[in-house]
């Protein structure tokens, strides 16, 4: 079987870290998974060493692209000018539709016409996705499929496994704040330098790391205040780390005691939390689904009032004070992640689905070399 994944945005995110590990896991099973998108925002790295990728806005390449592949069914993400592409093309397998955008209004526009393409089926990443897309679609099945995370990559690694050769570095005594993102609105990292402000003017042992969001919209919005408000010294950014470097993050900040913090406004579903979890590092984020769905307050985690900065600091504050805490925590959200959302749980419900829709049987590679 072989699939095609359109998607606008090729970025360092959930998205495109979630559809690595499906497509990882889809070629045991003798799924290819091929990847279309229009733009590329520094995340190739993420993809190319996996599957083949084609980055191109050009309209004829692109349905040459769907014309000559074959594909045997084709899943399109929150870009609404593919069905007009597939539809040129010619195209006459399956589609299935991913939506993956959190906020309404954002939304709409990429499930408002189908442009005479009638979906099999919408995918969204969780319950509260699918609340949301509920509201704009009517008469289309929609099956929720977490992400999955790749627990022999992400993993808690030892102090000797660690990368102590590069960037971030740990500082004796520090506590470390990990906040992965994008430098964006939704992500909301103003919240994220109130946070730091009112921290340092509590105490001198905690530091942030700020990772990510070197090509991010607001980065020089974000640069301006973090000089302004004097932050420099106290909250460290990193604009660019590799992806196969990021389970040594979470290990550092495992490490030191600390935690990840969230301080994003909406999430459709949220990668860095199960990948926080699975490497043993608690995660502080606002009391919001789909976050709820994810994070057990007091036992993975602590979740804060809304974006209120006065709680958040209460939640961090109760982790990184506490080690013994921290201990249980670490435990019990590997612990969580390996029964719901690793890639073995998750992405089997995908591949069912793939030979339902398609008709088509496909082989478990391992089971054939085996014999």
Same mark, same amino acid.
């Given at each position: 079987?072989?699939?095609?994944?359109?998607?606008?945005?090729?970025?360092?995110?959930?998205?495109?870290?979630?559809?690595?590990?499906?497509?990882?896991?889809?070629?045991?099973?003798?799924?290819?998974?091929?990847?279309?998108?229009?733009?590329?925002?520094?995340?190739?790295?993420?993809?190319?060493?996996?599957?083949?990728?084609? /980055?191109?806005?050009?309209?004829?390449?692109?349905?040459?692209?769907?014309?000559?592949?074959?594909?045997?069914?084709?899943?399109?993400?929150?870009?609404?000018?593919?069905?007009?592409?597939?539809?040129?093309?010619?195209?006459?397998?399956?589609?299935?539709?991913?939506?993956?955008?959190?906020?309404?209004?954002?939304?709409?526009?990429?499930?408002?016409?189908?442009?005479?393409?009638?979906?099999?089926?919408?995918?969204?990443?969780?319950?509260? $996705?699918?609340?949301?897309?509920?509201?704009?679609?009517?008469?289309?099945?929609?099956?929720?499929?977490?992400?999955?995370?790749?627990?022999?990559?992400?993993?808690?690694?030892?102090?000797?496994?660690?990368?102590?050769?590069?960037?971030?570095?740990?500082?004796?005594?520090?506590?470390?704040?990990?906040?992965?993102?994008?430098?964006?609105?939704?992500?909301?990292?103003?919240?994220?330098?109130?946070?730091?402000?009112?921290?340092?003017?509590?105490?001198?042992?905690?530091?942030?790391?700020?990772?990510?969001?070197?090509?991010?919209?607001?980065?020089?919005?974000?640069?301006?205040?973090? $000089?302004?408000?004097?932050?420099?010294?106290?909250?460290?950014?990193?604009?660019?780390?590799?992806?196969?470097?990021?389970?040594?993050?979470?290990?550092?900040?495992?490490?030191?005691?600390?935690?990840?913090?969230?301080?994003?406004?909406?999430?459709?579903?949220?990668?860095?939390?199960?990948?926080?979890?699975?490497?043993?590092?608690?995660?502080?984020?606002?009391?919001?689904?789909?976050?709820?769905?994810?994070?057990?307050?007091?036992?993975?985690?602590?979740?804060?009032?809304? $974006?209120?900065?006065?709680?958040?600091?209460?939640?961090?504050?109760? /982790?990184?004070?506490?080690?013994?805490?921290?201990? $249980?925590?670490?435990?019990?959200?590997?612990?969580?992640?390996?029964?719901?959302?690793?890639?073995?749980?998750?992405?089997?419900?995908?591949?069912?689905?793939?030979?339902?829709?398609?008709?088509?049987?496909?082989?478990?590679?391992?089971?054939?070399?085996?014999?």
């Amino acid at each position: 079987m072989k699939v095609l994944v359109i998607w606008r945005l090729l970025t360092v995110g959930g998205v495109n870290a979630g559809w690595r590990n499906r497509s990882i896991y889809f070629k045991k099973h003798g799924i290819d998974t091929e990847f279309l998108y229009t733009t590329d925002h520094g995340g190739l790295h993420i993809m190319e060493d996996i599957a083949p990728v084609y /980055i191109t806005k050009d309209e004829r390449e692109i349905i040459k692209i769907i014309r000559d592949n074959h594909y045997d069914a084709i899943i399109v993400v929150d870009t609404g000018a593919a069905y007009k592409w597939i539809r040129k093309a010619k195209y006459k397998g399956p589609v299935l539709v991913e939506a993956r955008t959190p906020e309404l209004i954002k939304l709409k526009p990429q499930l408002k016409s189908f442009r005479g393409i009638i979906p099999e089926t919408i995918v969204v990443p969780s319950h509260y $996705q699918r609340r949301l897309v509920s509201i704009l679609t009517d008469g289309i099945p929609i099956q929720v499929i977490y992400n999955g995370i790749d627990a022999s990559f992400f993993r808690a690694l030892s102090f000797e496994e660690m990368n102590h050769d590069s960037e971030p570095f740990l500082h004796n005594g520090k506590k470390i704040i990990g906040w992965i993102g994008r430098l964006d609105k939704r992500k909301n990292w103003q919240m994220l330098l109130e946070v730091a402000m009112q921290i340092k003017s509590q105490r001198d042992d905690i530091e942030f790391w700020v990772i990510g969001g070197a090509q991010s919209v607001q980065r020089e919005e974000f640069v301006s205040k973090w $000089q302004e408000e004097q932050l420099t010294d106290m909250v460290k950014w990193f604009p660019i780390i590799p992806y196969q470097q990021m389970p040594h993050v979470y290990a550092k900040i495992r490490k030191s005691g600390g935690c990840t913090l969230a301080t994003t406004k909406t999430e459709s579903f949220g990668n860095t939390f199960i990948e926080s979890m699975i490497c043993g590092v608690p995660v502080v984020a606002s009391k919001m689904m789909p976050v709820t769905e994810l994070v057990n307050h007091g036992e993975h985690g602590m979740l804060f009032r809304g $974006q209120n900065v006065e709680d958040a600091v209460k939640q961090i504050t109760s /982790i990184v004070d506490n080690p013994a805490l921290h201990q $249980q925590m670490s435990v019990a959200a590997m612990a969580r992640v390996h029964e719901k959302f690793v890639i073995e749980v998750v992405a089997e419900q995908y591949v069912h689905l793939l030979k339902e829709i398609t008709g088509i049987e496909s082989v478990d590679r391992n089971e054939v070399s085996s014999d």
